[in-house]
């Protein structure tokens, strides 16, 4: 067996060789799919306001809102974290843990 | 006390190891070892309102606990050797800043508990002190906001990623008394091999490991086959593959009684922490906790017990330092 620690840069490709990569594809297909969902769900959420008569800015406020109250109710469940970790986004984690701050907040209220 | 070949250090009148304690999270408590420990916390913050303050009580109570497990008072204790990962190790001195104890800090990021052993068995060996306390902690969450991202954050985990371990772990040595004892120490040198991942610190340990065992076995004449068990700190799933295949490129096969305390403290798949634990309470509580019992109860006889640590700090990372890697061995007798 050669010695890869002979030079460092041996060593880095022998790590490299050893390191598993993060499925990269799996977790951007996820990314896609449960991102657009949850897109799709804002604008269904959008298009029933309009459908009442809310004006575009109002509509936005709400579907900001019930998709903060929604992702806030699952973190209570701990739902959240585990799309969150399933997802694989990193936007999509900071909106978890601002939901779990909040819960928290609650919680300790 | 000899000096062994050229690092090693017998220790002629064999430091006993009298007493141990362990307190580690939430997280610790629902892996393997859990069984193992003195006392497992229900939340990470125990009753504090920062991690950080919660990390000095971890280490604050487990060092009492081996104070009264051990029932030598805590007058009788002449020197507090004590570490930790956060700035200035803040954790240990703040925690134990009302023990009344001469007190050294000691760092050598997840190494310094064996570095801590390390000192004081030569402090007792040398007769300056009866009794010395070792003790490290580290806390998942302070780490993770020093070294990598913010939690809130929400960051990924790549698969090479370990846990850091939240508890401390605390060890009373003595010249007199009953217990398992320390016969060596082999102070390991810095070895940087041009890691700079700081999510694959398994990788940048392991030439560390490696480099001391090494010397070890030339300094004492000994084999892997003289020791019963053969235990790393923190190499995690990654670290602990290749210190194996290094080892075999000096033909030394370790594989049967070589394990790492980051791949025994979590259930990898169960509880998702990808390459294994780490920090400095990973070797700390699984010692402190599973191998001193083992060592009790003469199921383990022989021990070398080597604490690996990154050199490293968000700064050098930031600037895109490489990652230098050190580790510390002793060998333990019951």
């Known amino acids: 067996m050669t010695n890869p620690i002979e030079t460092p840069s041996t060593y880095n490709k022998y790590v490299d060789k050893k390191s598993p990569n993060s499925p990269i594809f799996k977790n951007c297909f996820n990314a896609f799919w449960v991102g657009g969902l949850i897109c799709s769900i804002g604008q269904i959420i959008f298009d029933f306001c309009k459908y009442q008569g809310l004006e575009t800015a109002s509509a936005n406020t709400v579907v900001s809102i019930v998709l903060i109250g929604i992702a806030a109710f699952l973190t209570g469940l701990n739902i959240f974290n585990k799309i969150g970790k399933f997802a694989g986004a990193r936007f999509f984690n900071s909106y978890y843990r601002f939901c779990e701050f909040y819960c928290f907040t609650c919680y300790r209220v | ?334």
């Open chain 2, 1 to 334: 006390m000899t000096r062994i070949g050229k690092q090693t250090i017998g220790l002629d009148n064999r430091p006993v190891i009298i007493q141990t304690a362990s307190i580690v999270g939430p997280k610790e408590a629902q892996g393997p070892m859990a069984g193992y420990f003195d006392h497992c916390l229900e939340d990470e913050f125990w009753g504090e309102k920062t991690w950080e303050k919660a990390e000095s009580k971890i280490i604050k109570e487990t060092v009492n606990l081996a104070i009264s497990k051990s029932g030598i008072s805590s007058s009788a204790i002449d020197f507090c050797f004590a570490g930790d990962l956060l700035n200035q190790c803040i954790s240990s001195s703040f925690g134990l800043r009302d023990a009344n104890i001469p007190f050294f800090g000691v760092f050598g990021a997840c190494s310094t508990f064996v570095e801590s052993m390390t000192l004081g068995s030569i402090f007792i060996e040398s007769g300056a002190a009866n009794n010395v306390i070792c003790a490290t902690s580290s806390h998942f969450c302070s780490a993770e906001k020093q070294f990598r991202f913010p939690l809130e954050l929400g960051n990924q985990r790549p698969p090479t990623s370990q846990w850091t371990v939240t508890g401390s772990g605390c060890s009373i040595l003595s010249s007199s008394g009953e217990g398992p004892c320390i016969t060596h120490v082999t102070p390991g040198k810095i070895v940087d091999m041009g890691i700079k991942d700081a999510n694959n610190m398994g990788a940048a340990m392991a030439p560390a490991a490696f480099d001391t065992l090494m010397a070890h076995f030339e300094d004492t004449g000994r084999k892997p086959s003289d020791y019963d068990a053969i235990v790393t700190g923190d190499l995690g799933y990654i670290g602990k593959d290749i210190l194996e295949d290094l080892c075999k490129t000096k033909g030394y096969n370790i594989s049967h009684n070589y394990d790492d305390c980051g791949v025994l403290m979590f259930d990898k798949l169960e509880q998702d922490t990808h390459s294994g634990g780490s920090g400095c309470a990973c070797i700390a509580t699984i010692f402190s906790g599973y191998f001193y019992k083992q060592l009790q109860e003469r199921k383990i006889k022989k021990l070398l017990l080597i604490a690996t640590g990154a050199l490293m700090n968000s700064t050098s990372s930031q600037q895109g330092e490489s990652i230098p890697g050190i580790a510390h061995a002793i060998a333990i007798e019951s």
